[in-house]
Protein backbone atom coordinates (compact mmCIF):
# COMPACT_ATOMS: atom_id res chain seq x y z
CA UNK A 1 0.00 0.00 0.00
CA UNK A 2 1.56 3.33 -0.88
CA UNK A 3 1.51 6.80 0.96
CA UNK A 4 -1.32 8.10 -0.71
CA UNK A 5 -3.52 4.93 -0.81
CA UNK A 6 -2.90 5.20 3.20
CA UNK A 7 -3.83 9.13 3.24
CA UNK A 8 -7.08 7.88 1.40
CA UNK A 9 -7.76 5.62 4.00
CA UNK A 10 -7.23 7.83 7.04
CA UNK A 11 -9.51 10.42 5.08
CA UNK A 12 -12.33 7.90 4.51
CA UNK A 13 -12.50 6.40 8.25
CA UNK A 14 -12.07 10.43 9.85
CA UNK A 15 -15.34 11.34 7.75
CA UNK A 16 -16.94 8.21 8.62
CA UNK A 17 -15.74 8.70 12.70
CA UNK A 18 -17.44 12.70 12.28
CA UNK A 19 -20.87 11.57 10.36
CA UNK A 20 -21.19 8.87 13.03
CA UNK A 21 -20.32 11.42 15.98
CA UNK A 22 -23.36 13.93 14.47
CA UNK A 23 -25.61 10.72 14.27
CA UNK A 24 -24.93 9.96 17.62
CA UNK A 25 -23.35 6.51 17.16
CA UNK A 26 -20.14 7.21 19.06
CA UNK A 27 -19.02 3.31 19.48
CA UNK A 28 -18.46 3.23 15.54
CA UNK A 29 -17.42 6.60 15.63
CA UNK A 30 -14.24 6.03 17.46
CA UNK A 31 -13.78 2.35 16.03
CA UNK A 32 -12.85 4.46 13.08
CA UNK A 33 -11.28 7.26 14.61
CA UNK A 34 -8.92 4.71 15.95
CA UNK A 35 -8.66 3.05 12.85
CA UNK A 36 -7.44 6.33 11.48
CA UNK A 37 -4.98 6.60 13.70
CA UNK A 38 -3.74 3.73 13.45
CA UNK A 39 -3.09 4.23 9.70
CA UNK A 40 -2.34 7.62 10.14
CA UNK A 41 0.80 6.95 11.98
CA UNK A 42 1.67 3.84 9.74
CA UNK A 43 2.23 6.59 6.95
CA UNK A 44 3.44 9.20 9.18
CA UNK A 45 0.53 12.08 8.55
CA UNK A 46 0.48 14.36 10.54
CA UNK A 47 -2.92 14.28 11.11
CA UNK A 48 -1.92 11.60 13.59
CA UNK A 49 -1.67 14.41 16.53
CA UNK A 50 -5.32 15.87 15.98
CA UNK A 51 -7.12 12.63 16.51
CA UNK A 52 -4.84 11.29 18.66
CA UNK A 53 -6.33 14.66 20.81
CA UNK A 54 -9.81 13.57 19.66
CA UNK A 55 -9.47 10.16 21.16
CA UNK A 56 -7.76 11.24 24.66
CA UNK A 57 -10.85 14.20 25.37
CA UNK A 58 -13.47 10.98 24.77
CA UNK A 59 -10.86 8.97 26.91
CA UNK A 60 -10.34 6.04 24.64
CA UNK A 61 -7.50 4.00 25.35
CA UNK A 62 -5.24 4.24 22.10
Known amino acids: MS ?4 RSVVEI ?9 EKG ?3 NAYFNFTQA ?3 A ?4 FKISDEIYEILL ?6
Not at 3 to 6: C, R, S, V
Open 25 to 27: NQE
Open 13 to 21: YTEQAKIDL
Open 41 to 44: LEGG
Open 3 to 6: KNDL
Open 57 to 62: KAEREV
Open 37 to 39: YIF
